[in-house]
């Protein structure tokens, strides 16, 4: 290994560090702001998970019976009536 890349290879290594560690960083400091709302969520997490449950369930059961296309539709037809056409069209 010659000493160019041994340097390189140790600015690669400092550059990921910085990478990686920034996430965690913003997490741990959005997590001071967002005690009231995780306090919330674990307030009603039964209902919730109910909730999502249910949701889940609806899905599956659409998947099943080969139905998803007909709430796809009726979901598109609903964002164009209210004005958010621009975010279903892709590219």
Do not use: N
């Amino acid at each position: 290994m010659s000493s160019g890349s041994a340097g390189q290879g140790a600015a690669l290594l400092a550059m990921y560090s910085l990478g990686a560690r920034g996430p965690v960083l913003v997490v741990g400091l959005a997590l001071g702001r967002l005690s009231g709302m995780l306090r919330l969520i674990r307030r009603h997490s039964r209902p919730i998970t109910i909730l999502s449950a249910v949701v889940m369930g609806a899905f599956g059961v659409l998947l099943f019976t080969d139905k998803l296309t007909y709430l796809t539709s009726y979901l598109e037809t609903l964002m164009r009536a209210i004005g958010l056409g621009r975010l279903i069209t892709v590219g």
